[in-house]
């Protein structure tokens, strides 16, 4: 195990703990299968009231593809540079880090900014039909998801520059990027339900 001098000149051992040995890694994978239930629970409610008599289902017609197309594509990129920056900390290289970071939370910024101006085009409210409210409950549940998701990557570059992270402990990168891909499948999963079923029945 690797030693290093503290501000005293004293031996002091590396904090953190060590890949799968983590709880943080643990943590992140019962979360992950908890909000899939969640996810699971929203597509269920969505296609049953899909199937009732009154459902008026899509108000407007099937829903366009302007916004989300690109938001799958910033979300599919995110797990490339997710994925990069992981790779980058386990062969101890600071910079492509940062790098692999920074375009993560980028992209996410972007897909942000894409969700607001979708549900800003949407001709339907929270409160004007069953399809509005299970939309935008979907929809919103996954952008909080996201959200968060957003903050995690910007606290690990924070961390990051601060010299927290090195190539044998760095859970939370590990952890930051298990969450982005948990994110990617879940909006690929309302991609599909929201977008691309009303153009099958």
């Excluded at 290093?4 to 051992?13: V, Y």
């Excluded at 924070?158 to 992270?165: A, I």
Aim: glycine fraction near 8%.
């Amino acid at each position: 195990m690797s030693q290093t001098l503290n501000e005293e000149g004293r031996l002091s051992l590396p904090m953190g703990s060590i890949g799968t040995s983590a709880s943080g890694w643990w943590g992140a994978w019962f979360i992950i299968i908890s909000d899939a239930t969640i996810f699971g629970y929203l597509f269920f409610a969505y296609f049953w009231y899909s199937v009732q008599p009154a459902a008026n289902w899509v108000p407007g017609g099937p829903p366009s593809f302007l916004y989300s197309a690109p938001q799958t594509a910033l979300v599919l990129v995110g797990c490339g540079s997710a994925w990069f920056a992981h790779r980058s900390i386990n062969r101890n290289e600071l910079l492509p880090t940062i790098l692999g970071l920074t375009l993560t939370i980028v992209l996410g910024a972007c897909f942000i900014a894409l969700q607001a101006l979708s549900w800003a085009s949407k001709s339907f409210g929270l409160s004007s039909s069953t399809y509005g409210s299970i939309y935008f409950v979907i929809t919103g549940t996954h952008l909080v998801h996201f959200v968060i998701g957003w903050i995690m990557f910007l606290m690990l570059l924070l961390w990051t520059l601060m010299g927290y992270f090195d190539r044998i402990r760095h859970v939370p990168i590990i952890v930051g990027k298990l969450y982005w891909y948990f994110l990617a499948v879940t909006w690929i999963s309302v991609f599909f339900v929201i977008n691309c079923t009303p153009y099958f029945f």
